[in-house]
């Protein structure tokens, strides 16, 4: 799959695919959209599109729903799938498809605009989008960018941990758009991502990516957390759902849950749902190299007057030739330490098993 980077010119340069089976409407767009300034490629069926994705640098997708093969919400399901928000779709749709536009937009379309369209109004809309990709793109590439809004994301938690009981709906709703916000931030990463080369700074971005990712995984089971027990099982499931769609489409994986009806106080849980998240995405992403077959076995519950979580893999096992399980090792360390508790990682005969056991009292 080719990396989605942003071509970085003003968005009348930018690259669109127009992916429609009607000739007529393909040489409309193309009459159109040229002689405003931008780069036009075209596909007149869905399989071609993706692979035409995967080979150029694309800024924006025209995309009619109705094509002979794989029709427009898979094809826009597979580009959230695969390259996130980075890269904006705008679908074309007829106007008596009425269930495919709301379809489509549930699967994260940018926009949509029904035929016939007016021109002006188009190209209005495909400027819209492509601009606003630059812009999200360029305040990402600005130095502390980032840290700011991390920043801004921990004050807003901070505060909705203030708020009393009566205003839940306030926090519930304040939850979810720092769910929401960090979710984009991951898209920004990513597309930054792209266009880095193998170096120092991309590892270190992609352990940002990690943490960010992994942030808004907890702020999305948040809620669950803020109540004074918590159903770890529940949040162990949420989270192991999540990386197990996250890395589904690279890597075939079955991920097991040994279920235990256990409730924690919160200052318990939350460390324990971050350590769940360190230990299941470390081995989706260190474990089964090469888009290798594998198993992951996630166990928890209660052991004489303590929690105890294990995590099994039958990957490949941990290098031992300098170096370590993975980037989010010091991270797993560190909250089991700030919990009294000890971990313990080893390499099997086949894979690998981390057994963390924290003290419920004393």
Known sequence: ????????????????????????????????????GYHVLTSNCGEAAINL??????????????????DGAEVCRQIRQDYGTSLPVMMLTAKDRTQHVVEGLRLGADDYLQKPFVPDELLLRVQRLVRQRQ??????????????MLRLVQEELQASQQATSNESLLRHELLHNVTVHLQSLVGIIEAELRKLPPGIEREAMLRVRSRVRGAALIYQISQDLQNDMVAIGSVINTIASALKAIYRPWKRIVVNLVESSVTLPSTIATPVAMIANELVTNCFKHAF????????????????????????????????????????RPTVTQLVQGLSGTIDWQNRPAGTRVYVRIPLSG
Do not use: C, W
Request: proline residues 5%.
């Open 1 to 36: 799959m080719t990396e989605q980077v942003f071509n970085e010119q003003s968005p009348q340069m930018a690259t669109i695919l127009v992916v429609e089976d009607d000739p007529d409407i393909q040489h409309m767009l193309n009459d159109l959209l040229v002689p405003a």
């Open 53 to 70: 994705i995967e080979q150029e640098v694309i800024d924006l997708v025209l995309l009619d729903l109705m094509l002979p093969d794989i």
């Open 135 to 148: 812009e999200l793109l360029s305040a990402a590439s600005q130095n502390g960018a980032l840290r700011e």
């Open 289 to 328: 190299p090469e888009n290798r077959f594998g198993s992951i076995d996630v166990l928890y519950g209660l052991d004489d007057g303590a929690f105890f979580l294990e995590v099994i893999d039958d990957g490949v096992g941990i290098k031992t030739t300098g170096v370590t399980l993975g980037s989010g």
